[in-house]
């Protein structure tokens, strides 16, 4: 086989413009030499889409489905570079976020001003609440809530201020938030296996060098994760107790479910693992005399939720009411119904807000680092500030981000439809929404290797999403658990608006450090 020569390599981490530098486009170097000679090309890409189904970074197609197959998942052919010290600050800032998260769901005054006039006019959140509400009045049978969060950011550069030292080839990056996921935050074993492609590709290709490797930081999310649930199983106490997984009907990326239900399954065999919809929960699940959640006959400590985080997993008030019977139960969710609320898009833009932090976190440094990863973020309501952000999209629509309170992907307006959607609402119906800053991640060049794709795929631009996942298990009053755990790359093609690996456009990615 043809060798890809390791000597073409920018080693030196700097990241540099090409041609397109006119218009201000913000390049990160890919660190493999492009293109890939065809025959050495062809050769990779069916290996290790072999080497990808083998290892079960795979879903189920959604246009040709089968219960009995996969494909395997599309990634990208090489690791994209990724700053080091912004990964290792991703890193680093996630117990406070977490900690944050755990205290904004614990803040009933926060959470009712924050979203009082969202849930007039939004009936999926209205609905949360009112499950909220109905715990909230009762008493919280669980006091304990299992936060398996995911925060994800972005890159933004701008030229380095530092034009002597850097001689105007380099970037200055910081990181931008684009959402802190509180329900269903997926890829803990599609991050981690991400990574394992990669050794393999850079491998046979030459670039397995043991200082290549290091660059690829371990990523251990799916044991750290896995681990979380179970810590909330022995919190509970019950040797005979359950983990409960929650899921859709149809579960197209069930290889990351099933991964997280094996590992428990295989580490800790005594822990047993259910799966069960919202729909089997209504007709098989009841509370117990002392508000265990009984499925069957049996009990259920943990709930884990990879669904019911958007208004079609509840088909008819049945659902609902199952929703309602686990928030009443003794058993610890994740999320609690205070945590699902804390993630949606409302209380993250009225975090953003001047000093909104404050109310939470007490050290400044801790505070810094937060407010450092916050972009712009506006509410929509019919007052001066809310006004103002009105007719800011209107003018520049290009510069936002328009988003409901809605989770799992394709739900956000982008471009000149922000000004037409906009302009279509009522003052009332705007409320439902928050505008964003959008984000203007840098662009690398690389593959992407899709089920079905083109033998020799076309080099194009694109750009990436970290999310840094965390474990944090507390009360109202304490935090008992609260770690980082592992992380996930993805990647779409630069020129698209969004690019969920599930719903189609982006691509399983891991960040080689630079
Ligand atoms: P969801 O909860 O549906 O995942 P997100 O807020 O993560 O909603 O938005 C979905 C996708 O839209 C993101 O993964 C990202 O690709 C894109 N996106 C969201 N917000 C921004 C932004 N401010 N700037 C640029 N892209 C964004
Ligand atoms: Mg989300
Ligand atoms: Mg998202």
Redesign the pocket.
């Known amino acids: 086989m043809e060798e890809v020569s390791e000597s073409a390599l920018n080693g030196n981490g700097h990241t540099s413009t090409t041609d397109t530098e006119e218009n201000d486009e913000v390049q990160i170097k890919s660190m493999f030499p492009l293109p890939v000679p065809e025959t050495i090309l062809r050769d990779i890409i069916q290996k290790s889409k072999d080497f990808a189904l083998m290892n079960g970074a795979a879903m189920r197609s959604k246009a040709k489905f089968n219960q009995d197959s996969l494909n395997f998942a599309p990634f990208v052919l090489f690791p994209s570079s990724f700053p080091r010290i912004q990964f290792e600050k991703s890193c680093e800032v996630q117990t406070v976020l977490n900690e944050l998260m755990h205290k904004v769901a614990h803040d009933k005054e926060f959470l009712d001003s924050t979203l009082a006039d969202t849930v007039r006019v939004d009936l999926f959140t209205r609905k949360l609440y009112e499950i909220y509400e109905t715990c909230y009045e009762e008493g919280f049978t669980q006091p304990l809530s299992l936060g398996l969060l995911r925060s ?1 950011v ?1 890159l933004e550069g701008k030229k380095c201020e530092d034009e002597a030292k850097c001689k105007g080839q380099c970037y200055c990056f910081c990181r931008k938030q ?2 802190i ?1 509180t329900i269903a935050s997926g890829f803990g074993h599609l991050g981690p296996v991400s990574r394992t492609i990669h050794k393999f590709i850079m491998k046979e290709l030459g670039f397995g060098s043991e200082k290549m490797i290091k660059n690829l930081p371990e990523n251990d999310a799916l044991r750290l994760i896995c681990q979380g649930i179970v810590k909330a199983w022995e919190l509970y106490g019950r040797e005979e107790s359950c983990v409960l997984f929650l899921v859709e009907d149809v579960a197209y990326n069930i290889c990351d479910q099933r991964f997280h239900e094996f590992y428990i399954r295989e580490h800790y065999p005594h822990v047993k693992v259910l799966r069960k919809t919202l729909t089997e929960m209504h007709s098989q699940a009841k509370l117990g005399v002392n508000k265990e959640l009984l499925v069957k006959s049996d009990e259920v400590s943990v709930v884990y939720f990879r669904a019911g985080y958007e208004p079609g997993h509840y088909h008819t008030h049945n659902e609902w009411k199952a929703r309602l019977l686990i928030e009443r139960s003794r058993a610890i969710k994740s999320p609690s119904i205070q945590y699902h609320l804390a993630g949606t ?1 409302k209380v993250q833009q009225a975090l953003a807000q001047p000093n909104a932090l404050q109310r939470f976190l007490k050290d400044e440094e801790k505070i810094a680092a937060v407010q450092e990863i916050f ?1 712009g973020l506006y509410g929509l309501e019919n007052n001066e500030a809310g006004n103002a952000a009105f007719e800011r999209a209107l003018k520049d629509p290009e510069k936002f ?1 328009l ?1 409901p309170q ?4 394709m ?2 307006v982008y471009g000149q439809e922000i000004a037409e959607v906009l302009q279509r609402m009522t003052l009332f119906e705007r409320q439902a929404w928050i505008l ?4 203007n991640p840098p662009v690398t060049k690389g593959y992407i290797i899709r089920p079905g794709g083109l033998p020799i795929p076309p080099i194009i631009d694109l750009v990436a ?1 970290l999310g840094i996942f965390g474990v944090v298990i507390g009360d109202h009053d304490t935090i008992h658990v609260n770690y980082q755990a592992g992380h996930m790359l993805r990647s ?1 093609i630069s020129t698209a ?4 690996v599930a719903t189609g456009l982006g691509a399983l990615d891991s960040p080689y450090l630079i």
């Open positions: 994800d972005m684009v959402e996921n898009k972009t981000v988003k809605r989770e799992g992907g739900n956000n964003m800053d959008k984000i999403e779409k608006n969004e690019g969920g």
